[in-house]
């Protein structure tokens, strides 16, 4: 049984506007066997002044404000 993780934090500065964001994010995985693996994913997105970044490409926010997300998932290969 193997648990890998990575931290990551990524910052916008959108220099043209008051469109700053930073967002972190958390994916682990962990293998209960060779061919059975768990992978955990947790992101935030703190948005200042008027960003509208969400956690994925296709779930924006309103202007300013926040968002968080996860998502869990199992692989079994035959």
Same mark, same amino acid.
Request: with cysteine.
């Given at each position: ?8 934090? %990524?910052?916008?500065?959108? &220099? *043209? !506007? ?6 972190? =994010?958390? #994916?682990?995985? %962990?293998?209960?066997?060779? &061919? *059975? !693996? ?6 935030? =997105?703190? #948005? ?7 956690? *994925? ?22």
């Amino acid at each position: 049984m193997v648990l890998a993780a990575k931290c990551r934090a %990524y910052y916008t500065d959108a &220099r *043209t !506007d008051s469109r700053d964001s930073w967002m972190f =994010v958390l #994916n682990a995985d %962990y293998a209960f066997s060779k &061919r *059975t !693996d768990a992978n955990l994913l947790l992101g935030d =997105v703190n #948005n200042k002044g008027n960003a509208t970044f969400g956690v *994925t490409s296709t779930a924006n926010t309103l202007p300013g404000q926040n968002q968080t997300g996860a998502m869990l998932g199992m692989c079994h290969r035959f």
